[in-house]
């Protein structure tokens, strides 16, 4: 459609050029030959309304080209109607229809031939009554000439119109094919989905619940690997949307902090099992709220961790999130860097056009579907953002992300209270990585957040030198690693007992002596838990990533779960009794609309394909029986049918809320605090909400 709208509006340039070049000339023709002196002011103002017209917009375009027309055929009839013209008249008039064909209508050109005889049939009546030609053989056979040129030129401009019009035709045929087989990919795209996230969710959900009881390796595995394909599951979604060119935005508040949260509790479990060291070096300055597409910026961050990891066999990586202060808000930027193979200046090429990826000898030997950086570009590109890559063959790769995000608070994401002086040390001894780069990483974190938070901060290399620094300075923190306490545990241990807070960053499964106060902070070590222990608010015991959330509960809320599948309805109650929710469940869209009428519940979770009944007619019967009874029931819809777009379908056809199978527990608690923020019981989240 656009595409038309450009091309018409390119016809009406030319012609309004065309129309100006003819109307001056006809103007300064009037001029010197002293013809009508009331015509030439006329010509100029139907000029100028036809340019102001055109660059307003005037009216429609059918408008605007009839008047187009009439003002072209009075200017050749008041040219045409002068004996001296009676032989250009030929020249004008097929000007005129070559220019009026490019509209493609052809009661034009039938009007401009109607014209041209209507000219010609009067220029010869007034020259035989006023004997001004004579009708000799040559006259005659150039009248006959102009005429058969006249009709000529008509019959190509004809031809010419209908072969556009043949041509538009079969590109409409094509798009309306290609609107047809998007249509029926999206339908293809929407039972694929429902089918693959239905039992994906059943086995995500049992894992979880039965990790809930007792812990299991092998559950545990089983639950990593359903999490695995839904991600890929989601990763095909995506890169068909971007393909397409369809990529809805969602944009909703967020914090920073819950962004880093989510990722870390994904990501976490792979660099522990593959003894690689993560870093993340998030800026106290970003602004502690912002307005975006978490889930995209949650994916862009998540491909980019899991590309520096799947290619790095030692050392590590560091992710790098900061803001630039901008007049719209803040560019937000991302940063994640390795230590891993690297990439030559070709490879660099390649994956900066979303091809490196798709090698397929590469994508055997390492995992994946190899459509990571396609998506990490389809959706910075969407979002207004840039993508760069930096990389040397052996030495790792650096991939950096903008993306510009609305501010809507902008505190400091990270805080620590000023009125208090700390000295904090941080121990770390290069010599123990084995890849340099990983003491640099450390050291850029360290370095950054003491800087943003202005905080006094010494960094030592050795025992010596932190025991010398000890004599001189009023240390209050240390940081450290597993390796350094371990080497002198006791020496720390007295330490913490004389007043010095001591903290150790180390993997999970690490412990302290028996008695030590020493606090543990699980791996990766960031800023948020590092301001709750400057802070005062942890001051012993074991800090993991989990352990920094209080979940919210919805005690009493009464919810009621619409699916058709036995085994969805199994997990979502399991999920949802953890909140200390009161359950009960339905089969089908009519037995929930039989429930809602015999019972009372606060919000219903409606599936969206089912026989007879879907979950959208299910969703408008239920909110018009609440409306009757003057009831406020909440519907969520929660489906398998997770393709670009469905949200906003959902929320367009009256849903309260949406959130995808398999399901994220950290969205369902999004979507539960925004639709029903008068239930939360226990909203502890803090800065991590």
């Known amino acids: 459609m656009k595409d038309r709208m450009y091309s018409r509006t390119s016809v009406h340039i030319v012609l309004m050029i065309l129309i100006t070049v003819s109307s001056t000339g006809l103007v300064i023709e009037s001029i010197s030959e002293g013809w009508e002196f009331w015509v030439p002011p006329l010509l100029i103002a139907g000029l100028l309304a036809s340019w102001g017209m055109h660059l307003f917009q005037y009216s429609t375009e059918d408008f605007r080209e009839n008047f187009y027309l009439v003002f072209a055929a009075f200017a050749t009839l008041f040219h045409g109607v002068h004996g001296t013209s009676f032989f250009d008249l030929v020249v004008a008039s097929s000007l005129m229809m070559v220019a009026f064909s490019m509209i493609n209508k052809i009661l034009f050109l039938n009007c401009i031939l109607l014209e041209f005889f209507a000219l010609i049939i009067l220029n010869i009546i007034m020259a035989v009554r006023g004997n001004t030609i004579e009708f000799s053989s040559l006259v005659i056979s150039r009248i006959i000439l102009h005429v058969v040129a006249e009709l000529c030129i008509y019959y190509v401009c004809i031809q010419a119109i209908r072969q556009r019009e043949s041509y538009e035709a079969v590109i409409g045929e094509r798009d309306e094919e290609r609107k047809n087989a998007d249509k029926e990919t999206d339908d293809f795209l929407v039972n694929i989905s429902h089918e693959l996230r239905t039992p994906v969710n059943v086995v995500n959900g049992l894992a979880t619940l039965l990790l809930q009881k007792e812990e299991s390796e092998e559950v545990a595995s089983i639950r990593d690997a359903g999490l695995r394909l839904a991600h890929q599951i989601e990763d095909i979604q995506d890169y068909t949307d971007i393909q397409r060119k369809e990529i809805p935005l969602e944009e909703e508040k967020y914090m920073i902090t819950s962004l880093v949260n989510d990722i870390l509790v994904g990501i976490s479990g792979y660099v522990n099992q593959n003894n690689l060291e993560f870093i993340i070096d998030l800026n106290p300055n970003v602004p502690t709220m912002m307005k975006g597409d978490i889930k995209k910026l949650h994916k862009i961050i998540r491909h980019l961790l899991d590309n520096a990891l799947r290619f790095t066999r030692h050392g590590g990586v560091y992710l790098k999130i900061d803001a630039t202060r901008r007049d719209y808000g803040v560019n937000l930027n991302i940063e994640v860097s390795d230590t891993g193979i690297g990439m030559t200046r070709k490879e660099v090429g390649s994956a900066s056009k979303g091809l490196y990826q798709a090698n397929r000898t590469r994508n055997r030997s390492t995992g994946g579907i190899g459509i990571g950086l396609n998506i ?314």
């Open 376 to 689: 990490v570009y389809g959706f910075v590109r969407r979002m207004g953002g840039f993508v760069q890559i930096q990389s040397e063959k052996g030495r790792g790769t650096t991939v950096s992300v903008s993306v510009p995000q609305e501010v809507l608070n902008p505190g400091q994401c990270i805080y620590v209270d000023q009125k208090i002086t700390r000295n904090i040390v941080f121990y770390v001894r290069g010599e123990k990585f084995k890849v340099p780069q990983l003491r640099e990483f450390y050291d850029a974190m360290a370095l950054n957040l003491a800087a943003a938070l202005k905080q006094n901060l010494y960094s030592v290399n050795g025992i010596k030198e932190l025991k010398k620094l000890l004599e001189r300075k009023d240390i209050t923190h240390i940081f450290t690693g597993s390796e350094e306490y371990s080497e002198i545990p006791f020496f720390f241990d007295k330490l913490n007992d004389d007043g010095i807070v001591v903290t150790v960053a180390a993997n999970p499964g690490f412990k302290v002596n028996t008695g030590s106060r020493v606090i543990v902070m699980q791996k990766p070590l960031y800023g948020y838990p590092v301001a709750k222990v400057l802070n005062g608010e942890i001051t012993s015991g074991v800090v993991g990533t989990s352990l920094l959330i209080d979940k919210p509960e919805f005690k009493g809320l009464r919810a009621l779960v619409v699916d058709d599948e036995p085994m969805n309805l199994v997990v979502a109650t399991g999920i949802m009794k953890n909140y200390k929710m009161i359950t009960d469940t339905a089969g089908s869209g009519k037995e929930s609309i039989q429930k809602i009428s015999e019972n009372h519940y606060d919000v219903v979770f409606m599936d969206h394909m089912m026989p007879e009944m879907d979950g959208v007619e299910a969703m408008k019967a239920i909110k018009q029986i609440a409306g009757d009874s003057g009831k406020d029931i909440k519907v969520i819809a929660l489906t398998a049918n997770a393709v670009a777009g469905a949200r906003e379908m959902f929320i367009r056809e009256g849903f309260d809320g949406f959130v995808s199978k398999p399901i994220n527990i950290g969205d369902f608690e999004k979507v539960m605090m925004k639709v029903l923020p008068n239930f939360i019981s226990n909203d502890k989240r803090g800065g991590m909400s």
